[in-house]
């Protein structure tokens, strides 16, 4: 995938901004007006226990790990979506 580089910096929205809920705005890199917006905040993980009941940092990390994978190809996946629909020629 040669594609992050087209994802430009997010402008990040919250109760404090006035938006009911914690999101990055991603805006079109074109300029044409569009974004994309994605959910910061899925609330705290769930730290995993092992069987001797301490906890297993190992796992937390790649749940961790896991959500920031997702947030970025949510991000990946709706910039391309938008590049194929409306500047195709990119
Ligand atoms: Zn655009």
């Known amino acids: 995938m040669d594609e992050p580089n087209i994802i430009p910096a997010p402008e990040f929205l919250g109760p ?3 938006h009911p809920t914690l999101v990055a705005r ?3 890199p074109l300029g044409c007006g569009w974004w994309h917006e994605e ?3 899925p609330g705290p993980a769930r730290l995993p226990l092992r069987p001797d009941w301490t906890i297993d940092w190992e ?3 790649l749940v961790l ?3 920031d994978e997702a ?3 949510g ?3 709706a910039i391309a979506e938008h590049y ?3 500047h195709p020629e990119h």
């Open 16 to 18: 404090m901004t006035g």
């Open 75 to 77: 991000v990946e996946h």
């Open 65 to 67: 790990k896991a959500r």
């Open 39 to 41: 959910p910061t905040d």
């Open 26 to 28: 991603f805006h079109c």
């Open 71 to 73: 947030f970025r190809v």
């Open 59 to 61: 796992a937390h990390d």
């Open 84 to 86: 194929r629909k409306r």
